[in-house]
């Protein structure tokens, strides 16, 4: 009902064309001057000696995506495996690795789950509201502390400094029957957005409302979601501030095929997160400031494997994860220190899973200086203890040398550790089976990337090795004459071995004084060392491992049309290529934009997760109301 009064209000407010306020866009030419606070120190972008892409509020605005996951599959090294459409379940992983080995965060808070890797998408920002996405590659730890095994994705949101209110809706179908006929008519959906900000100097708000609903592209999908976020900045005076947030998403789909197919057709899931943090920042003269910052995010997780039946095969679960960080930074002569603590308390209550708490301490110590010509010298150390896994050590080296003008070669080495989910080990069904006895994944990777100017053409090239101790895989026995009897259970299976080799291109074009043209192609080639199962073993992780991923993005724009078309070429371990061509044309009047999407252009079949066809070609008609 809630769901549904939400809707009704979204049509609403476009019937009354609500006065709206322009993005905070970030130029593409001035990408260089963004700051990556990686929590502790800041770095300007066009002086980084790490691999980071930056995706800008205005690419956003552009492309045919309707949500956070859609908008990272355009993203090289990042591979998506979604379970439907509007950002309703997908999991996210970074060159070759798992879902659970990348760590995501909002305004540099972790908000991963500790249950499962299945809910770090649980986002509470509306897509409007975001100003730019950092993708971190490699090795994390150092950084971000445990469980950035092989990346980290940062979602950074508007400032809220300029007051304003921007509305969107958006809806779409492929005009055509459900393949499986399940005589819920045509496969369509819509949504609503809604984003303002509010304020005066010294005291910013930032909030908004999104809500999207669909009746499924087969049986049993259609999803319905909300998702709520307000945060506000406070300066006291030019020495001290503080900011808050607050966000949470209700979502609920139908998860046929999700997660145990073919048993799981009338599965059915709910979703409720919440999502809140305070932080305030200090400054003890020009040279030195700390900064300490309280988040919890609370989970809960209703998991139907029969959903018309509740009496049986159902798993509820909450899980909460409340964190205390002190960060600090002190610039000298011969650099930057950064000091800091983490404490982190994370437990689970479940009928499936059981009930378990674990707590985690972390500290870190980094340098970073520019002394010597033509280098940037990074180097720190992140000390951990987790309780149940113990003490552990993350040392790491990031070099980056100046080559000649516009060239740069950069040289990075770092340790990293993930530790299994509270499913990995607890996890009771029938399809798979959690082991309490598995052991912390620990890598290695090293990598050389070495990034310039052709002209006018930005060239990136990079290539990294990573081993993975105690690496966790989810196998079962193959039998044949009954395939679906044994269930799936994670285990350490040795080192896993990953060589990677990507290269990207991306250039603008300024047409003329209200016209550009922008591209970006990025190839991504990984090559694992093959793990030997015995030939009677079934592995999840090896079939959907990612082995090429080619992405193609053109982007037009001038003083009333814009255009974008996104093609992504992938070809997985065990799996059949596929294409996909998304095309998005917008038109703009004074402060009004009408946009159509026509997604899968090529009505390419296509899985990206498990046993879930993806929607062949379907068209969306969006409109959002600027001043």
């Given at each position: 009902?809630?769901r549904?009064?939400?809707?009704?209000?979204?049509?609403?407010?476009?019937?009354?064309?609500?006065?709206?306020?322009?993005?905070?866009?970030?130029?593409?030419?001035?990408?260089?001057?963004?700051?990556?606070?990686?929590?502790?120190?800041?770095?300007?972008?066009?002086?980084?000696?790490?691999?980071?892409?930056?995706?800008?509020?205005?690419?956003?605005?552009?492309?045919?995506?309707?949500?956070v996951?859609?908008l990272?599959?355009?993203?090289?090294?990042?591979?998506v495996?979604?379970?439907?459409?509007?950002?309703?379940?997908?999991?996210?992983?970074?060159?070759?690795?798992?879902?659970?080995?990348?760590?995501?965060?909002?305004?540099?808070?972790?908000?991963?789950?500790?249950?499962?890797?299945?809910?770090?998408?649980?986002?509470?920002?509306?897509?409007?509201?975001?100003?730019?996405?950092?993708?971190?590659?490699?090795?994390?730890?150092?950084?971000?502390?445990?469980?950035?095994?092989?990346?980290?994705?940062?979602?950074?949101?508007?400032?809220?400094?300029?007051?304003?209110?921007?509305?969107?809706?958006?809806?779409?179908?492929s005009?055509?029957?459900k393949?499986?006929?399940?005589?819920?008519?045509?496969?369509?959906?819509g949504?609503?957005?809604?984003?303002?900000?509010?304020?005066?100097?010294?005291?910013?708000?930032?909030?908004?409302?999104?809500?999207?609903?669909s009746?499924?592209?087969?049986?049993?999908?259609?999803?319905?979601?909300?998702?709520?976020?307000?945060?506000?900045?406070?300066?006291?005076?030019?020495?001290n501030?503080l900011?808050?947030?607050?966000?949470?998403?209700?979502?609920?789909?139908?998860?046929?095929?999700?997660?145990?197919?073919?048993?799981?057709?009338?599965?059915?899931?709910?979703?409720?997160?919440?999502?809140?943090?305070?932080?305030?920042?200090?400054?003890?003269?020009?040279?030195f400031?700390?900064?300490?910052?309280?988040?919890?995010?609370?989970?809960?997780?209703?998991y139907r494997?029969?959903?018309?039946?509740?009496?049986?095969?159902?798993?509820?679960?909450?899980?909460?994860?409340?964190?205390?960080?002190?960060?600090?930074?002190?610039?000298?002569?011969?650099?930057?220190?950064?000091?800091?603590?983490?404490?982190?308390d994370?437990?689970?209550?479940?009928?499936?899973?059981?009930?378990h708490?674990?707590?985690?301490?972390?500290?870190?110590?980094?340098?970073?200086?520019?002394?010597?010509?033509?280098?940037?010298?990074?180097?720190?150390?992140?000390?951990?203890?987790?309780?149940?896994?113990?003490?552990?050590?993350?040392?790491?080296?990031?070099?980056?040398?100046?080559?000649?003008?516009?060239?740069?070669?950069?040289?990075?080495?770092?340790?990293?550790?993930?530790?299994?989910?509270?499913?990995?080990?607890?996890?009771?069904?029938?399809?798979?089976?959690?082991?309490?006895?598995?052991?912390?994944?620990?890598?290695?990777?090293?990598?050389?990337?070495?990034?310039?100017?052709?002209?006018k053409?930005?060239?990136?090239v990079?290539?990294?090795?990573?081993?993975?101790?105690?690496?966790?895989?989810?196998?079962?026995?193959?039998?044949?004459?009954?395939?679906?009897?044994q269930?799936?259970?994670?285990?350490?299976?040795?080192?896993n071995?990953?060589?990677?080799?990507?290269?990207?291109?991306?250039?603008?074009?300024?047409?003329?004084?209200?016209?550009?043209?922008?591209?970006?192609?990025?190839y991504?080639?990984?090559?694992p060392?093959?793990?030997?199962?015995?030939?009677?073993?079934?592995?999840?992780?090896?079939?959907?491992s990612?082995?090429?991923?080619?992405?193609?993005?053109?982007?037009?724009?001038?003083?009333?049309?814009?255009?974008?078309?996104?093609?992504?070429?992938?070809?997985?371990?065990?799996?059949?290529?596929?294409?996909?061509?998304?095309?998005h044309?917008?038109?703009?009047?004074?402060?009004?934009?009408?946009?159509?999407?026509?997604?899968?252009?090529?009505?390419?079949?296509?899985?990206?997760?498990?046993?879930?066809?993806?929607?062949?070609?379907?068209?969306?008609?969006?409109?959002?109301?600027?001043?």
């Amino acid at each position: 009902m809630q769901r549904s009064l939400l809707l009704s209000l979204g049509g609403t407010l476009l019937a009354n064309l609500v006065i709206a306020q322009a993005p905070n866009n970030i130029r593409l030419d001035s990408i260089s001057e963004v700051i990556i606070s990686e929590n502790r120190l800041q770095i300007p972008f066009g002086k980084r000696n790490k691999n980071i892409e930056i995706i800008t509020a205005m690419e956003i605005a552009q492309m045919p995506i309707r949500s956070v996951n859609e908008l990272l599959s355009y993203v090289n090294g990042v591979d998506v495996r979604q379970r439907g459409p509007f950002g309703t379940q997908a999991d996210i992983s970074i060159d070759g690795g798992t879902f659970e080995q990348a760590l995501i965060l909002l305004n540099g808070i972790k908000i991963s789950d500790p249950q499962t890797g299945h809910h770090t998408m649980n986002i509470p920002v509306a897509l409007d509201a975001i100003e730019r996405i950092e993708v971190l590659r490699g090795p994390m730890a150092r950084v971000y502390g445990v469980n950035a095994l092989t990346g980290a994705i940062n979602i950074v949101t508007k400032s809220g400094s300029h007051p304003g209110l921007s509305v969107r809706i958006f809806g779409g179908s492929s005009f055509e029957e459900k393949e499986e006929n399940d005589g819920d008519g045509r496969y369509m959906g819509g949504g609503f957005q809604v984003v303002g900000q509010a304020g005066s100097e010294g005291f910013n708000n930032l909030f908004s409302v999104a809500a999207s609903k669909s009746n499924g592209q087969r049986y049993n999908s259609a999803t319905e979601d909300i998702r709520l976020y307000y945060q506000g900045l406070y300066e006291v005076n030019k020495s001290n501030s503080l900011d808050w947030s607050a966000g949470y998403i209700d979502n609920a789909f139908g998860a046929n095929g999700y997660y145990a197919y073919p048993g799981d057709i009338e599965s059915y899931e709910i979703v409720k997160t919440f999502f809140a943090h305070l932080s305030t920042k200090h400054y003890m003269g020009k040279n030195f400031y700390i900064s300490p910052r309280i988040s919890n995010r609370y989970n809960k997780d209703d998991y139907r494997y029969y959903r018309h039946d509740l009496s049986k095969a159902r798993s509820q679960h909450t899980n909460n994860a409340l964190s205390f960080e002190l960060n600090s930074r002190l610039q000298t002569v011969i650099g930057d220190f950064g000091v800091g603590v983490e404490l982190r308390d994370e437990d689970i209550k479940s009928n499936n899973l059981g009930n378990h708490s674990r707590e985690n301490m972390g500290s870190y110590l980094e340098y970073r200086t520019e002394i010597i010509p033509k280098t940037t010298f990074h180097v720190g150390m992140y000390t951990n203890y987790n309780s149940k896994y113990g003490w552990e050590v993350y040392p790491g080296l990031d070099v980056g040398y100046q080559i000649v003008n516009h060239w740069r070669l950069n040289v990075n080495i770092g340790k990293s550790q993930r530790i299994p989910s509270f499913t990995d080990l607890y996890l009771k069904q029938p399809a798979n089976v959690g082991n309490p006895a598995l052991r912390s994944e620990y890598a290695w990777q090293y990598e050389t990337s070495l990034q310039g100017m052709l002209g006018k053409t930005e060239l990136e090239v990079r290539y990294f090795y990573r081993e993975i101790s105690d690496f966790v895989d989810w196998i079962k026995e193959s039998n044949p004459n009954e395939p679906n009897t044994q269930p799936y259970r994670p285990l350490n299976l040795g080192n896993n071995k990953m060589h990677g080799l990507s290269m990207a291109l991306r250039r603008g074009y300024q047409l003329s004084l209200n016209r550009s043209l922008s591209y970006s192609l990025g190839y991504n080639y990984l090559s694992p060392e093959e793990m030997v199962h015995a030939e009677d073993i079934v592995s999840k992780y090896v079939l959907e491992s990612l082995k090429h991923q080619a992405l193609f993005r053109l982007l037009y724009s001038s003083s009333s049309w814009d255009m974008s078309v996104g093609n992504r070429w992938i070809k997985r371990e065990l799996n059949d290529p596929y294409y996909i061509a998304d095309l998005h044309i917008g038109y703009r009047f004074k402060g009004l934009k009408v946009y159509s999407d026509i997604s899968n252009l090529t009505n390419a079949t296509y899985k990206e997760s498990g046993a879930v066809l993806m929607p062949k070609r379907w068209y969306s008609l969006g409109v959002r109301y600027l001043l």
